[in-house]
Structures are given as structure tokens and as C-alpha cells.
């Protein structure tokens, strides 16, 4: 049986895209790429995939030459034992980037997407044009050192779940669904019809892959390492123009306004009527937003 992993060339509201296996650094990853012009690159979070994006992809695709990447431990990559904390997430994937001849591109990511793309243009600041980053607690950034008990705070829950060792696997092997539609249905905007059947049984199928749920739950249980790696980066505010973009009842509305202090060249605020899945609750306003950005000149350089 075909799947979106084992199908080549396939296509997004009439535009073409294309899956791809990439080997770089010794990890195989998955990566759709499709349309035409500067390189974008796409990343997702959690519970999520590349696919997060397909209802944005085309829209970019007629401006960029567009590059939805599954991380390494999610989707159809590799899950590697080891190695989630975003800054060897990050040499990974530029690693990754480099094999596919990509030295300059724009960079945008989603939840965990965003907790990867703000260390990683930090320290690639000479490659990265532009970053997008969109509705999440960024580990010693945007995240409070502390998550308490509260009638708002239900949203970080899974921080401290998805970090205990092993206990997530037992109890949500062979649940995974329970967990992606509880995610889907509280994390909205009060708007039914968000993700179809076939939508989630694709995020279902990825997570019970071997190491699927693992690879995913790496990230969190590397967030105590990723908060001091970022505390560190934070005496230099970014010098890559950022687009921050938050939900308006979404998982971190305010990132716009947590990241002034952070960067020299910032823009952003909130998408109405948006929980924390924007690629998929607001694709087109998302897409606007984006290329509003993306389009812009070029800034003297930063040096």
C-alpha cells in the first residue's frame, strides 16, 4: 500500500512537491520539497510531522523553493537514541541542509520547529536569511523556568510528562491517537473540523513507527540542557530578522513581545481566531504573514 512516505512526486492544491530520503551525518531523513525560487525550510513540532505544513506549502511554493523537513526522531527520519538537546538538533540538521546544497535560506519553525530554529540562527546567523517562528515556550527563552499548577497553565502539562523516562512509552504505546486527538481538540480555537480522519491517522501512523513516540519524547526530556544553552545565547539578541508569530488562544501569545529583548530586527504579534496550530488553523493568513516577511530587501549586512 502507498503511503505519503512511499509516494515520490504527489501534489498540494495542484502544486507539485515531492518526498525525498536524504542521508547526512549518518541519519536518513525525510524531506518533501517542491516549487521554485530562494530555499525555505520547513519544521514541525509536536505531536506533528512534516505534514504539519501541507495546507501552507503551497502557498509558499510559487515564491520559494520549499523544504518541509522531518526532524531527526520524528516522522519518517531516523530516531537516533540520542541527541535531542536543539543544539545537536541543530548541527544535525544543518548537516542535513548542507548535503542537500542549501548555504542560505530563510528558516521557519513550529513548537518544537521554533525551539531548533532560535538557537540555530543564533549560531548560524551567516547562512540564516530570515526565521519564522511560531506559538511556542522556547526552553530558557519564552518557557517559564517553572511550571505551576493553574487554571491556565494545563497547556504545559506535557513538559513534565513527555521528560519522565520510559513511562510515557508504556502508557501511550498503542494510545497514540488518544493523545494526537486530545492535542487537536484542546489546542484549537474552538474550530471543529481543523483535522480530518485521514489527517490524523497520518500523525497516528508516523508515531507508531519504531521509536516514534521516543524520538519525539527526546525533546522534552532534553529541556533542562536546552535552557542553558539558550541562556547563554541570550546576551546576544539575534541578528537574523525574526518573524514571531503566536496563536491568540494559542500556547504562547505573547512570544512576539517575550523576544524584544532578544532581537535587533523583530516583527510579529497574534493570529486571530488561532490556537497553537497555525500552519493548520490559519494556513492562509500564515502564508500572508510569512511572505510579507520573506519578501522583504535584504538589510545591510550584519557583520
Known amino acids: 500500500m502507498e503511503t505519503l512516505a512511499s509516494a515520490d512526486a504527489f501534489s498540494l492544491d495542484g502544486v507539485a512537491f515531492r518526498h525525498r530520503r536524504v542521508s547526512a551525518g549518518g541519519l536518513g531523513y525525510h524531506v518533501v520539497e517542491g516549487g521554485t525560487g530562494p530555499a525555505l525550510i520547513l519544521l514541525a513540532g509536536f505531536p506533528q510531522s512534516w ?11 510559487p515564491h520559494f523553493r520549499v523544504f518541509a523537513v522531518d526532524l531527526p526522531g520524528q516522522g519518517d527520519s531516523d530516531k537516533p537514541l540520542d541527541g535531542y ?32 530554529a532560535y538557537p540555530y540562527a543564533a549560531r548560524y546567523a551567516p547562512e540564516v536569511e530570515r526565521v519564522v517562528l511560531l506559538d511556542a515556550n522556547i526552553p530558557g527563552v519564552t518557557l517559564p523556568p517553572a511550571i505551576e499548577l493553574g487554571p491556565d497553565n494545563w497547556r504545559s502539562w506535557h513538559f513534565l510528562f513527555n521528560s519522565v523516562p520510559d513511562l510515557p512509552e508504556a502508557l501511550l504505546a498503542g494510545r497514540e491517537r488518544v493523545l494526537i486527538e486530545w492535542f487537536f481538540s484542546r489546542k484549537t480555537a474552538n474550530k471543529p473540523g481543523v483535522f480530518s480522519r485521514a489527517d490524523i491517522d497520518e500523525y497516528e501512523r508516523v508515531y507508531q513507527t519504531l521509536g516514534g513516540l521516543r524520538g519525539m519524547l527526546g525533546y ?20 537574523v530578522p525574526v518573524l514571531a508569530l503566536g496563536g491568540a488562544q494559542g500556547s504562547a501569545p505573547d512570544l512576539h513581545q517575550a523576544l524584544k529583548p532578544l532581537a535587533r530586527d523583530l516583527q510579529g504579534g497574534v493570529l486571530d481566531d488561532c490556537g497553537h496550530y497555525l500552519p493548520e488553523e490559519q494556513p492562509r493568513e500564515l502564508a500572508h504573514r510569512m511572505l510579507a516577511f520573506l519578501k522583504q530587501p535584504a538589510a545591510p549586512s550584519r557583520a
Do not use: C, K, S
Not at 538537546?85 to 519553525?109: I, K, P, S, V
Open 220 to 239: 522534552y526530556r532534553a529541556v533542562v540542557e536546552d535552557a542553558a544553552q539558550n541562556r547563554a545565547l541570550r546576551a546576544t539578541p539575534l541578528t
Open 85 to 116: 538537546d536543539t543544539r545537536t538538533a541543530g548541527e544535525r540538521l544543518r548537516a542535513l541542509f548542507h548535503a542537500m546544497g542549501l548555504t542560505r535560506y530563510a528558516l521557519a519553525g513550529h513548537d518544537i520547529g521554533a525551539w531548533i
Open 51 to 61: 505534514y504539519a505544513w501541507r495546507r501552507v506549502m503551497p502557498l509558499l511554493a
